[in-house]
């Protein structure tokens, strides 16, 4: 039963042959109009892949049938446009002001601010007993 | 059989493929190409996008080159477009996926292995009935065992078995050592001679 691996995989790349042999003929008719497709864009002489051929394919990649990437695009620019909302909403929260009294408050150093604060006041009265 | 065969067998100043020589090799090399896409994407519309795909930029970016060259190159490019494909799928599943009940688009289901099989074309009256329905059934079951293999295992048997490529083509295209192509062959070998002994099938 241990028959060398070349033989087993020749045998079944035999049956394999025999399913491309079988494959319907939609898809045989398929596969030719892609290649019919791709032979249209046959150039005797193909444009110099020098410089800027990277600069082409981006452009090409943004612009060209890539209806899907435009989705992506939109996804990503929305995540974009919401974490620099986060940023922006995080710099202007009132926690870092909270933060501030905290840190006065351990070390004594309360702005007048807070003395003036009635809220503050009871605060103090209500957590010392 | 198949044009794979020695580059060295090419004069050094060789003509570039002619669009002749160009549709020639697609025309040999589709229906493998197409099924080594199904193999891996599993899904019949998307393997015929990728070999699309795969034959375009054969055509567009590289049909200066010397016929003898094409088969490696065309085996390189459909192996990253496939891999192209897993990377885009996997982005977009992990963005739109989410979205897709605001934009309406249907959410990729998952291909039912059973659904791409390829049963045998009832007009073929070469071989009597019994063996052709044989022959379909342990077509259906290598073509499985074959699906059920690791990614990296089936490229390196079909590339090196199936397209002839040898070792060193074949490691090219894979991006990895001459060493572990042969790993990745002879497992790949080893799992599907087990997996068809287990279903009884001698070959």
């Known amino acids: ?27 045989r008719e398929r ?25 082409g394919q981006a452009v090409e990649w943004v612009t060209e049938r890539h209806l899907h990437s435009a989705r992506m695009m939109a996804a990503a620019a929305a995540l974009m446009i919401a974490m620099a909302g986060v940023v922006y909403w995080q710099s202007i929260n009132p926690v870092n002001e909270l933060a501030d009294i905290d840190t006065g408050l351990l070390t004594d150093e309360l702005p007048l601010n807070a003395f003036l604060d ?5 605060w103090l009265k209500r957590s010392s007993r | 059989m198949r044009c794979v065969t020695q580059p060295s067998a ?3 100043a060789t003509p570039l493929a002619t669009q002749k020589e160009l ?20 899904d019949d519309h998307q393997a015929l996008d990728i070999v699309q795909d795969a034959m375009l930029k054969l055509t567009e970016k590289y049909s200066a080159r010397p016929p003898a060259e094409l088969p490696p190159l065309f085996q390189r490019i459909l192996q990253n477009t496939v891999r192209d494909h897993f990377r885009r799928q996997k982005v977009r599943s992990l963005w739109t996926t989410p ?22 074309d009832d007009s073929q009256f070469s071989e009597p009935p019994a063996q052709q329905v044989e022959r379909s059934q342990v077509l259906a079951f290598i073509e499985k065992a074959i699906e059920s293999l690791p990614a990296r295992q089936r490229q ?3 590339l090196r078995y199936w397209e002839e490529l040898d070792v060193t083509a074949t490691a090219k295209i894979m991006g990895c050592s001459e060493g572990s192509v042969k790993t990745h062959c002879s497992r790949a070998t080893h799992a599907l001679g087990v997996i068809l002994r287990k279903q009884g099938i001698t070959l």
């Open chain 1, 1 to 27: 039963m241990n028959q060398p691996e070349h033989e087993l995989a020749k045998k079944i790349v035999q049956h394999l042959d025999y399913g491309v042999d079988q494959l319907e003929p939609g898809t």
């Open chain 1, 31 to 55: 596969l030719a109009a892609a290649r019919r497709v791709a032979l249209s864009r046959y150039r005797e002489a193909p444009q110099a892949v020098l410089g800027l051929a990277w600069a």
């Open chain 1, 118 to 122: 009635k809220g503050f006041d009871s």
């Open chain 2, 10 to 12: 090419q004069p050094k």
């Open chain 2, 23 to 42: 549709s020639d090799f697609f025309a040999e090399v589709e229906r493998r190409a197409y099924k080594q896409a199904l193999f891996a994407v599993r």
């Open chain 2, 99 to 120: 979205l897709s009940g605001l934009f309406g688009g249907d959410p990729d289901n998952e291909a039912d292995p059973l659904e791409t099989l390829e049963v045998a």
């Open chain 2, 156 to 158: 390196a048997f079909l």
